[in-house]
């Protein structure tokens, strides 16, 4: 692999997790299962993994119709190409949310992060361009209450 081919797989991938945050803040729930492989996987500590298309853009679903406004601020991301169809990642997570009534410019008050941990990636190239095969959460600090688990559970009842 030349070093120009390294260097355009890092950016591939870096984009992936820019990206992953960048649609999850919107709630665009297809963008956002199409940055996985068919059977590409998400897991996050609370839940079992979401394996597939199917399961993925189900629990994205879920998420957005929580209406929690959330900010996915992503940092160190650090990319190894493994070679020409592989590659692994690491990057931070400090991920924002609030599910408080917005003020007149729309605005939600600020709360602290809900969620400060890492990513853990392997990517694959496909047919459609680079994609996740897999995504694993590992939080390292957390809220004891963060706006999504007071949605949810204000849902539920």
């Given at each position: 692999?030349?070093?120009?081919?390294?260097?355009?797989?890092?950016?591939?991938?870096?984009?992936?997790?820019?990206?992953?945050?960048?649609?999850?803040?919107?709630?665009?729930?297809?963008?956002?299962?199409?940055?996985?492989?068919?059977?590409?996987?998400?897991?996050?500590?609370?839940?079992?993994?979401?394996?597939?298309?199917?399961?993925?853009?189900?629990?994205?679903?879920?998420?957005?119709?929580?209406?929690?406004?959330?900010?996915?601020?992503?940092?160190?991301?650090?990319?190894?190409?493994?070679?020409?169809?592989?590659?692994?990642?690491l990057c931070y997570l400090t991920a924002y949310g609030s599910a408080a009534p917005a003020d007149a410019t729309g605005a939600r008050p600020m709360e602290?992060?809900?969620?400060?941990?890492?990513?853990?990636?392997?990517?694959?190239?496909?047919?459609?361009?680079?994609?996740?095969?897999?995504?694993?959460?590992?939080?390292?600090?957390?809220?004891?209450?963060?706006?999504?688990?007071?949605?949810?559970?204000?849902?539920?009842?």
């Amino acid at each position: 692999m030349t070093e120009i081919e390294r260097l355009l797989i890092e950016h591939a991938c870096t984009r992936m997790q820019t990206l992953y945050c960048i649609h999850a803040d919107n709630r665009a729930v297809d963008a956002f299962t199409a940055l996985f492989a068919e059977d590409g996987y998400v897991a996050v500590p609370e839940h079992p993994p979401f394996k597939g298309h199917a399961a993925i853009r189900a629990s994205m679903q879920a998420l957005a119709d929580l209406g929690v406004t959330m900010r996915h601020v992503m940092s160190n991301s650090l990319i190894e190409a493994i070679d020409a169809d592989t590659a692994t990642g690491l990057c931070y997570l400090t991920a924002y949310g609030s599910a408080a009534p917005a003020d007149a410019t729309g605005a939600r008050p600020m709360e602290q992060p809900g969620t400060v941990g890492h990513y853990t990636d392997e990517f694959m190239r496909t047919p459609q361009g680079w994609r996740f095969k897999s995504r694993v959460l590992t939080r390292v600090l957390r809220k004891s209450e963060d706006a999504v688990q007071q949605a949810a559970r204000a849902k539920a009842t």
